[in-house]
Each structure stands twice: as structure tokens, then as C-alpha cells.
């Protein structure tokens, strides 16, 4: 199975550390404006989901591959980013400095950052005939469990988030 969205281990373990301070929490990936265009983090539902907002996934940020988890971090995208990114992975990742205003995040000197990869012909097939869930499909028949696993391979993770030199 592909997933939209994957995140780094780095981005797990900050998304456990925000939980244990907030409770659950989600994420909707920023249009722009204030924050500029930024995944936004926020405590499970205090976001309202539009309905054509679409779930670009349910993250499990848990480390125990072994244990089920109680609940997943869905990461929301608006249906119009969505269809100029639907051909690219969304790789959730944690890099130095100040986060956006309204996202949780931003009191740890740490920000959320948005990486991607283009998918393979043959993955962008398999996601083809698998539509996104929208926000009135969740509200219809509820948040699905967390894909497994959701942290990407150390493969990717290499060819994803390489930082340039300049």
C-alpha cells in the first residue's frame, strides 16, 4: 500500500512529545497567508475540516511496531493543494527554527516542514484507484486506523530530505 503522507523519525518523536503536552493532535497542511505554506499542528479537532478538505493520511508517530495504536495524527490537505500535489509523496519532517504562529510546535525552537518525492508510474497507478477520503467522508464514516508503518525507510528518507548545497 503507498501512503500520501509518511514522517521521519524526527518528526515522531516531536509529534510524542506535543501529545504528551497536548493530548492528540492533527495536522492540516497551510494554503499560505500568515504562516506561509506550512504544515500546522493543532490539538485533535480544535481545526475545523471542510468537507473537501482531503486526509492525506493517519500517521502513527508510536515507536512500538508491536502494539496497536489508540489512535492516529491525521494530516488534512485543502482539496485545491491536493490537486496540484496528488502526484507527490508528502514526507512530514522537523528542522530548526520558529514554527508558524498557531502551531504547537513553535515554543520548542522547532518547525514542521512539508518535503515531497514524486511518485513511481506504478505507485501513482495503485493511488489512482484509490481515492482520497475527504472531510465529508470522515464526517460520513469516521477517521480510518493509522497506516503501518508511517515512518519512512532510511532509504527515502536519504533521497527525500537532503539538504542542498548552495
Given at each position: 500500500m503507498v501512503s500520501r503522507v509518511l514522517q521521519t523519525p524526527p518528526a515522531a518523536e516531536l509529534i510524542r512529545k506535543l501529545e504528551a503536552q497536548h493530548g492528540p493532535v492533527m495536522?492540516?497542511?497551510?494554503?499560505?497567508?500568515?504562516?506561509?505554506?506550512?504544515?500546522?499542528c493543532?490539538?485533535?479537532?480544535?481545526?475545523?475540516?471542510?468537507?473537501?478538505?482531503?486526509?492525506l493520511g493517519v500517521l502513527d508517530p508510536s515507536e512500538d511496531v508491536a502494539?496497536?495504536?489508540?489512535?492516529?495524527?491525521?494530516?488534512?490537505?485543502?482539496?485545491?493543494?491536493?490537486?496540484?500535489w496528488k502526484h507527490t509523496q508528502l514526507v512530514l519532517d522537523v528542522v530548526t527554527g520558529r514554527g508558524g504562529g498557531f502551531s504547537l510546535e513553535t515554543p520548542?525552537?522547532?518547525?514542521?516542514?512539508?518535503?515531497?518525492?514524486v511518485y513511481t508510474p506504478e505507485e501513482q497507478a495503485?493511488?489512482?484507484?484509490?481515492?482520497?477520503?475527504?472531510?465529508?467522508?470522515?464526517?460520513?464514516?469516521?477517521?480510518?486506523?493509522?497506516?503501518?508503518?508511517?515512518?519512512?525507510?532510511?532509504?527515502?528518507?536519504?533521497?527525500?530530505c537532503v539538504t542542498p548545497v548552495r
Open positions: 495536522f492540516h497542511q497551510s494554503g499560505g497567508c500568515c504562516d506561509g505554506s506550512s504544515p500546522m493543532y490539538p485533535d479537532g480544535e481545526f475545523i475540516i471542510g468537507d473537501r478538505d482531503v486526509l502494539v496497536e495504536p489508540d489512535h492516529g495524527v491525521p494530516v488534512w490537505i485543502s482539496g485545491s493543494q491536493f490537486a496540484t520548542e525552537g522547532l518547525r514542521f516542514l512539508i518535503r515531497g518525492r495503485t493511488l489512482d484507484e484509490d481515492p482520497p477520503l475527504t472531510g465529508a467522508d470522515v464526517e460520513r464514516d469516521g477517521l480510518p486506523k493509522p497506516l503501518r508503518p508511517t515512518l519512512i525507510s532510511d532509504e527515502d528518507y536519504a533521497e527525500v
